[in-house]
């Protein structure tokens, strides 16, 4: 199991598993404000969550820090109901550079708390492994192309329905935004911490 390969795989099927779907809700709320034409915004808010991810996954591998799961199965919807609840939070849904800085440092907050969500999958993995750089470097490629992947996937949709449909972004960002809420408070009621 030490194989580069191996681990790029091993993130890519990690984050576009259906099973992931949590992860998958929090990439739908995140781009739900957005258009296709803002690509370039969207690829650095997906790598901002990607670093946020990535350094709390390394963190917690090396048991450096570490959070209880059951916090963190708790938190990762918080997460998505937060950045639902963002997306229609400003009367001008058009994103402009104050809102685009909030949304940045955003993702990059909640790819921490999402990290710790990878990282009890990825410790499993390794098992004895000595050599973790690689294996790591490895997975988070695989997560970040996965991520692009699900979210081209969901800009594609959201262009359908804007541009081919005549659906209003307003209203998409609305359906969208209130769907993904909607999920995440049930997500929070099923893993409550208290």
């Known amino acids: 199991m030490d194989s580069f390969s191996f681990y790029v795989k091993l993130g890519f099927e990690h984050i576009s598993d259906f099973a992931g779907y949590d992860h998958m809700l929090f990439l739908v709320a995140l781009c739900a404000i957005y258009r296709i034409q803002q690509w370039k915004s969207i690829l650095v808010l997906v790598t901002a969550f990607t670093i946020g991810h990535s350094v709390t996954l390394i963190l917690s591998t090396l048991d450096i820090f570490t959070i209880a799961s059951n916090i963190i199965e708790f938190l990762i919807p918080v997460t998505i109901f937060l950045t639902a609840i963002n997306n229609v939070s400003d009367s001008n849904l058009e994103a402009n550079g104050i809102k685009m800085n909030k949304n940045y440092s955003m993702a990059l907050f909640f790819g921490f708390i999402h990290g710790m969500g990878f990282s009890n999958y990825f410790k ?71």
């Open 124 to 194: 499993a993995l390794l098992m004895e492994s000595s050599d973790v750089a690689m294996p790591l470097l490895g997975f988070n490629i695989g997560i970040e192309i996965g991520q692009i992947l699900v979210v081209f996937i969901i800009v594609s949709i959201a262009y359908l329905f804007i541009s081919k449909l005549g659906v209003k972004h307003r209203d998409w960002n609305l359906f969208i935004s209130g769907a993904a809420a909607g999920v995440s408070l049930i997500f929070m009621f099923e893993n409550k911490i208290w």
